[in-house]
């Protein structure tokens, strides 16, 4: 007759899964990040004009807070405000609007590079003649007599410039047309072109 142990009641045999975490959902810590998260982007939205917010897919629940948010002027209306702005955005597709203002934001900086690397061109331009040549060799389609016109009257300006008196205004009118000049190359066709050839100077 076998005895009754205490010790084999209520034990089972183990499987592969008694071994493995069980997963109850995101940690308090993760969902705190989360919400600071959305939070932070409810504010960069708050920074955006209606044309933009317009571009994104917010909910009008969400669209017409976040304009509540913009025409508040007390520091604590403000405060609960955005703090409900982050409350909605929990139901609104946060990725696919941080992707459209990384795409805003960053063209922004690239156009500023550009910017930049003619205004660099224009410079050399107006100091070195062999710079015209070699961009007149990338850009046939350009206006070589005018680009050579605004490049003469552009030095005239900045020789003039370099003996003004005490409260005369500099003249800039050549050197900024020399600038809209260079960027009319910027057509759809040859932006490609244009941005690398600036890139060289």
């Known amino acids: 007759m076998r005895l009754y ?21 995101p940690s308090k810590s993760q969902v705190k990040r ?7 982007l409810g504010r960069e939205l708050v920074e955006l004009s ?3 917010l317009k571009q994104l897919p917010l909910s009008e629940r969400l669209y017409e807070a976040i304009r509540l948010t913009q025409r508040t002027t007390s520091r604590e209306g ?62 046939p389609q350009a206006d070589i007599q005018q680009l050579r016109t605004l490049i003469r009257e552009g030095r005239k300006e900045l020789a003039a410039n370099t003996v003004l008196r005490q409260g005369q205004e500099p003249q800039r009118k050549h050197y900024r047309a020399l600038f809209q000049a260079i960027k ?3 057509d759809p066709d040859t932006s490609n072109d244009t941005d690398a050839a600036a890139a060289e100077y």
Not at 12 to 17: F, M, Q, Y
Not at 104 to 126: A, N, Y
């Open 184 to 186: 009319t190359l910027h």
């Open 50 to 52: 209606p044309e933009r």
């Open 5 to 25: 142990d205490s010790r084999m009641t209520n034990e089972l045999p183990k499987t592969e899964d008694d071994d493995k975490p069980v997963y109850d959902g």
């Open 78 to 139: 403000l405060r609960r405000q955005t703090h409900f702005v982050g409350k909605l955005m929990r139901d609104a597709p946060a990725e696919e609007i941080r992707t459209q203002l990384d795409t805003w934001k960053f063209g922004s900086r690239e156009q500023t590079k550009t910017m930049h690397r003619l205004e660099t061109l224009r410079d050399k331009l107006l100091k070195d003649d062999a710079v015209l040549t070699e961009l007149l060799t990338k850009f």
């Open 34 to 40: 989360d919400m600071h998260a959305l939070l932070d």
